[in-house]
């Protein structure tokens, strides 16, 4: 039999009894997910459903026209789907790179080493030299948190997760930016309007964000009914990190 390459599938769960494969969670009824659709050992197909945030941006997937299933969605879950598709996919990094930021002192440094710094990894490099040595501080500061928690195993970097009561799926480099993010601003709160779902985040730039970005809250489960939350803010107030 003829191994067919994966297919993919995105839809609002029809009920809230499937598991997410990567966080292992429930995954709402209601709630938008994607599926991974693979040939069974007989003539039908197997799906393997997952969060969005759960799942990882397959190799063999090159654009999100090659998604089935969104012209049945809502333009804002499409809007999420290109978001997760330009988002994920972040590899690794030398562990000699994130060092060498770590070790850093921009009080020590001249006005064309940190822009090169900057530029380097990719941030802005405008600015007075104050505010340069803040960006590089800022990076710093990150290089030095994402050099402790790569040095973890992914069932450390799960149980932190857990303790502070944030997702706990994706990849090990995508655990390792949760948790930093968490070090850094502090852990994602339950959604202030609704009270339900925990926050999701993202940033435009990797550093100097200062905790600003785009909130909004996945919505939650109660019983057997799904709860959608339209909640968007820039900045919320953060729980503190616990280790």
């Not at 919505?219 to 900045?235: I, L, N, P, Q, S």
């Amino acid at each position: 039999k003829t191994k067919l390459m994966a297919r993919y599938v995105a839809e609002y769960a029809k009920s809230g009894r499937a598991g997410c494969k990567g966080c292992k969670g429930k995954i709402e009824q209601g709630s938008l997910r994607l599926g991974t659709i693979t040939a069974g050992p007989g003539d039908y197909d197997m799906t393997a459903w997952r969060h969005l945030e759960c799942q990882r941006k397959p190799k063999n997937l090159s654009s999100i026209d090659e998604i089935e299933g969104l012209a049945t969605l809502k333009a804002e879950d499409i809007e999420k789907i290109k978001e997760w598709f330009n988002s994920t996919g972040t590899k690794k990094r030398p562990v000699s790179e994130a060092a060498a930021e770590a070790a850093l002192d921009p009080k020590k440094m001249k006005v064309s080493e940190l822009k090169s710094t900057l530029k380097s990894a990719g941030l802005s490099t405008e600015g007075s030299k104050q505010v340069l040595q803040d960006s590089v501080g800022a990076l710093k500061k990150r290089s030095t948190a994402e050099l402790a928690y790569a040095s973890k195993s992914v069932a450390e970097l799960k149980a932190l997760l857990e303790l502070n009561n944030q997702l706990k799926g994706g990849s090990k480099q995508e655990l390792v930016d949760r948790c930093i993010d968490g070090k850094l601003h502090g852990a994602l709160p339950r959604c202030p309007e609704c009270g339900g779902g925990v926050l999701r985040v993202v940033y435009n730039t990797k550093v100097g964000h200062g905790g600003k970005g785009r909130y909004s809250c996945p919505g939650y489960y109660d019983d057997d009914h799904y709860v959608r939350c339209k909640f968007t803010a820039e900045t919320v107030e953060r729980e503190e990190w616990q280790e």
